[in-house]
């Protein structure tokens, strides 16, 4: 069994930063994409961005465009989420995705493999 666990949420004021990490483990498992998802109460789970290893390639959903960042390091099937300008609407539980499918990794069926979340509240 493949396990995903995220760390590095928490409460940050409006236009502050964290960095979310992602960390795979668990069987022989190697990803050929990694991404994350974030849903807040009440709305449905949306994209927030991904990274293909080959390339690399990354996606980023428009309204982090700029502000977000996706990185991370294929051999050790970690990834990270380097979040600045953080706003109020950005107050979700983000969750980590990982698969070892060849999409773009945009939406939620691309994945085989999902973390517990993690809490990211802004405060206004």
Known sequence: QVQLVESGGGLVQTGGSLRLSCVASGRTFSSSLMGWFRQSPGKEREFVTSIRWSGPSTYYADSVKG?????????????????NS???????????????????????????????????????
Do not use: H
């Not at 502000?67 to 979040?83: C, D, E, H, P, W």
């Open 67 to 83: 502000r977000f960042t996706i990185s991370g390091n294929n051999a050790k099937n970690t990834v990270y989420l380097q979040m």
């Open 86 to 124: 953080l706003k109020p609407e950005d107050t979700a539980i983000y969750y980590c995705a990982a698969a070892s499918g060849w999409t773009r990794g945009l939406t939620g069926a691309d994945y085989q493999y999902w973390g517990q979340g993690t809490q990211v509240t802004v405060s206004s």
